[in-house]
């Protein structure tokens, strides 16, 4: 539709009015109005902090480094709806302990519309940061920390040199970390501590070189963790305790119904005990019943692993799903399953690809499949090739009630698939040989104690040893 030229004009002169407002230079306001300098030398603390008890709300940096020597807290109860704001070009120095920024609500339900207090809606929800860069210039200095808070979203934000760059304490709800980079801090990018969050969503983002770990939930009550489409590299240290890119550490409480899905999750091998992901499973059913669970409900779908001494590591943990992701380089094993039930190994790619020898660490990595006592699982449709020097490309230990079916077990050293002392095990249409010029695979099956199992229709090149 087009519009008189009468009418563009009114629309302009309305726009200029508006813009010239007192109201709109309200909205507009910067943390610069405050008193807050951005030149890199002065503290800016007292003025930033100024600002968020305004009550003004919108907190917008402009272009420049501010300093803080101490932690800003936003009460959101006090202050009403707050958001931190910039264009990527502002950068916060934190140069105290704790972090730059510490976001505390009241909130303290689920996140059923039953549950909520008036005030969490009136003057809490959705608090944003957005858009600029925290770096640490203090040992203990972190990055973001949330507390009580819902409906959080932070994006297209930068975080390095902290100690740990997003840190969520005691309860939250509903939040989406999304478009982010986490990079290069001594602790953890993202840590679920002790905390009790159901619905957190992490998506797009580059999570790098923090040395305590990836994305780490350790005890406390989490449930729906969706990690998605992300680069979660390196996040260990040789310097530091095992962790993971992702790890899930359920020890005194649980975590649960988490997804992981299309990300690249690799590096490094140079850490001892590093993994891509590991799960160490065994929680508590509440505070008032220590009795030891099997933790889970986890689906890990379509992502790409590599570069680290164990890729999926998997102890007492229950109702697991592995399947449609690719694996190459686990310096120990590809995957490590331990004490665990009701997990499902489904069509999964363990290759070693040529394209690889370039990285200078060829036949280096040794790859491998092992269950070792677990029950109630199923390995289906995978393809394991080039597993080198390892007793075995497939080991199960201990195991009850498992099926291996539809396999293709490839050119490996040693033992294609050993069994030992497992139970009611059934093993069907699987084709394991080694058809290399120097052939390494002793034989394609070997079945040491256990009962009750069976074997049909396998494709057995390289022959087998205790059938009954």
């Known amino acids: ?77 006090t202050t009403g709806f707050t ?17 730059a920024f510490h976001f505390v609500g009241t909130h303290e339900g689920s996140a059923a519309p039953s549950d909520f207090k008036p005030n969490v809606w009136e003057k809490q929800r959705m608090p944003i940061v957005r858009g600029i860069e925290i770096v640490g210039d203090h040992k203990e200095a ?98 530091t305790p095992p962790t993971a890119n ?21 590096h490094n091998s140079k850490s001892p005990g590093s993994a891509n992901i590991r799960v160490l499973g065994t929680g508590t059913l509440s505070e008032k019943k220590m009795d030891p669970t099997k933790e889970g409900h986890i689906a890990i779908t379509g992502n790409i692993f590599s570069d680290v001494m164990v890729n999926i590591h998997l102890d007492n943990a229950r109702g697991v799903n592995i399947t449609g992701n690719t694996f ?27 394209r690889y020898v370039v990285n200078g660490k060829w036949a280096k990595d ?7 006592n677990c029950s109630d699982s199923k390995l289906d449709g995978v393809l394991v090739s080039g597993v080198w020097n390892k007793d075995a490309a497939v080991l199960l230990e201990n195991c009850d009630r498992m099926t291996v079916t539809d396999c293709s077990i490839l050119d490996s050293d040693g033992i294609g698939l050993w069994m030992k002392n497992c139970t009611r095990t059934k093993v069907s249409d699987n084709v394991i040989r080694d058809d290399r010029d120097e052939k390494k695979m002793t034989l394609s099956l070997k079945v040491e104690g256990g009962k009750e199992n069976t074997f049909d229709d396998n494709v057995l090149a390289n022959g087998s040893e205790g059938l009954k």
């Open 1 to 77: 539709m087009k519009h008189s030229p009468l009418f563009t004009t009114l629309c302009l002169t309305v726009t200029a009015a508006l813009l010239a407002s007192p109201l709109h230079a309200e909205e507009i306001k910067t943390v610069r109005d405050f008193g807050a300098k951005g030149d890199g030398t002065t503290d800016d603390t007292a003025a930033i902090q100024k600002a968020v008890d305004s009550g003004h709300g919108s907190l917008i940096f402009t272009k420049g480094t501010y300093k803080l020597t101490k932690s800003i807290t936003i009460n959101l109860d």
């Open 83 to 99: 958001s931190l704001t910039g264009d990527g070009t502002p950068r916060i120095v934190m140069s105290g302990a704790g972090p």
């Open 142 to 239: 972190n990055g973001l920390e949330f507390t009580g808070v819902m409906e959080l979203t932070v994006t297209e934000t930068n975080i390095r040199e902290c100690f740990h760059a997003i840190h969520f304490t005691k309860r939250n709800r509903n939040l989406i970390v999304s478009n982010c980079h986490l990079y290069h801090n001594r602790g953890v990018g993202v840590l679920y501590d002790q905390v009790n969050i159901h619905q957190s969503n992490i998506v797009g983002c580059h999570i790098s070189y923090n040395a305590g770990g990836g994305v780490v939930t350790r005890g406390g009550n989490v449930r729906n963790l969706h990690i998605g489409t992300c680069d979660i590299e390196s996040n260990m240290s040789p310097d």
């Open 246 to 266: 992702i790890l899930i550490d359920c020890t005194g409480g649980s975590t649960g119904e988490v997804a992981v899905t299309g990300c690249t999750i690799q």
């Open 328 to 354: 190459w380089e686990g310096f120990e094993h590809d995957l490590l399953i331990e004490n665990s039930h009701a997990v499902v190994v489904g069509p999964n790619d363990f290759d070693r690809n040529p």
């Open 366 to 372: 040794i790859n491998g499949l092992v269950f070792r």
